[in-house]
């Protein structure tokens, strides 16, 4: 018998251990019952028994909520969510197909059948993204991320990266930035850059970047832009040479300290780099507030402001 059956046959049914825990908390033991729910569940969880850890922590969570262990309840609850996503979640996002989508014309008779895998392709994208997004929102409201499950955003950012007929790299860098794997975040930048037309590789990784800042995650900024650069070695790829890359990096460095003056010369001396998308002049706002505490200005206090001065 393998280690994996020993230690699956070690378990016993669910059900013994939802009753013995039942009691503990019965006799007011909660804390003691709550390291037990935690641990007990891990075990399940660590042998695929998901079903069973689930049984376990939603009785768990109802117990503690119920006797107004409201930090101990809410902490299961948690874990509850959280293993929803790695079981039952994630069993049906990789039963969603996976095909390639054809990428040349010939005769008529391929472009026909090129327009019907597109619209199947389109229709699978559709489909997953509907699925993946209620339980983003599902797990937004009952789990611990305001934006959602990170687990759910890698799984959305990936299928709509392999899947979509027409990529919108922009969607993709949201999910990913919410998400928590920015090596695979990489890869796929690295991926982009080896299709994508003239011109938009850069873009991709200064949007990726300025994405991750604009809500005060430096660490994994600077961890895509030196992954990418390594994976693109290891590829013997070129690594693009341009001005938005270089106020890229200039950025990260002078973030690192209190150089507010130099960040606003930064901005002044890339505009036309940065001005190539629209939505980099927002993120960087974000990042003075999120970085130095500047305030964003409403443009609307801005318009009623010139009125007076006008007045």
């Given at each position: 018998m393998s280690r994996e059956r020993l230690r699956r046959a070690a378990l016993p049914p669910v059900q013994e251990n939802i009753d013995k825990l039942e009691k503990v908390i019965k006799d007011g033991n909660c804390y003691g019952a709550q390291q037990m729910y935690k641990s007990i569940s891990a075990?399940?969880?660590?042998?695929?028994?998901?079903?069973?850890a689930l049984d376990l922590l939603h009785s768990g969570a109802c117990l503690q909520l119920e006797k107004n262990q409201v930090t101990c309840g809410s902490e299961l609850a948690v874990m509850f969510v959280e293993t929803l996503v790695k079981d039952r979640v994630r069993t049906i996002y990789k039963l969603f197909p996976q095909i390639p989508v054809p990428q040349h014309l010939g005769e008529e008779d391929d472009v026909h059948q090129l327009a019907e895998a597109l619209a199947a392709a389109k229709t699978r994208v559709e489909c997953c993204s509907s699925f993946l997004r209620a339980a983003i929102r599902w797990s937004a409201e009952f789990g611990p991320h305001r934006s959602g499950s990170p687990q759910l955003h890698v799984m959305l950012a990936e299928y709509l990266y392999s899947e979509s007929p027409e990529l919108d790299m922009a969607k993709i860098t949201l999910h990913f930035v919410r998400g928590d794997d920015p090596k695979k975040f990489a890869s796929t930048l690295v991926s982009f850059m080896g299709k994508c037309y003239p011109g938009e590789d850069d873009l991709a990784i200064a949007r990726a970047v300025l994405m991750y800042l604009s809500v005060g995650n430096m660490r994994d900024a600077n961890f895509l832009l030196g992954e990418v650069k390594q994976?693109?070695?290891?590829?013997?790829?070129?690594?693009?040479?341009?001005?938005?890359?270089?106020?890229?990096?200039y950025l990260l460095q002078t973030l690192q300290r209190d150089a507010y003056p130099l960040f606003s010369m930064l901005r002044s001396s890339y505009k036309q780099s940065i001005d190539r998308e629209p939505a980099f002049n927002e993120w960087l706002d974000d990042i003075g507030e999120v970085f130095y505490g500047v305030q964003r200005r409403n443009p609307l206090q801005g318009m009623f402001g010139d009125i007076f001065k006008m007045m």
């Open positions: 075990r399940y969880t660590s042998v695929q028994r998901f079903s069973e994976q693109v070695e290891a590829k013997k790829l070129e690594f693009p040479q341009t001005d938005l890359i270089y106020f890229i990096s």
